[in-house]
Nanobody, 125 residues
Framework: EVQLVESGGGLVQAGGSLRLSCAASGFTYDNDNYAIGWWRRAPGKAREGVSCISGKDGSTVYVDSAKGRFTISSDNAKSTVYLQMNSLKPEDTAVYYC????????????????WGKGTLVTVSS
């Protein structure tokens, strides 16, 4: 069974940094037909895709608001995907979720197969 467990959330002041981790189990990285991404849901808002990394070629994508501030990376040996978040803003406050799809080599909104339970990030002004 595929499981994703997020960690690294917390309370940080605006301008600070956090690194989120997503520990994956139940599948191997030998088959590169997958993508893992980070999504977030802020209070009162719809879920939003933040960043994704392709298992096929390591290509990455970011939502415009995260470009230049967030970096997604993968350590296949540790079966972990990271999201380094710098220059955090109060509007980054949300529950951050990790998700994986085996149907494509890039994330897409309605195509994620498994989700973690999320980790809360709170950015104070």
């Amino acid at each position: 069974e595929v499981q994703l467990v997020e960690s690294g959330g917390g309370l940080v002041q605006a301008g600070g940094s956090l690194r989120l981790s997503c520990a994956a189990s139940g599948f191997t990285y030998d088959n590169d037909n997958y993508a893992i991404g980070w999504w977030r849901r802020a209070p009162g808002k719809a879920r939003e895709g933040v960043s994704c990394i392709s298992g096929k070629d390591g290509s990455t994508v970011y939502v415009d608001s995260a470009k230049g501030r967030f970096t997604i990376s993968s350590d296949n040996a540790k079966s972990t995907v990271y999201l380094q978040m710098n220059s955090l803003k109060p509007e980054d406050t949300a529950v951050y979720y990790c998700a994986v799809t085996f149907r494509a080599t890039m994330c897409y909104r309605d195509g994620m197969d498994y989700w973690g339970k999320g980790t809360l990030v709170t950015v104070s002004s």
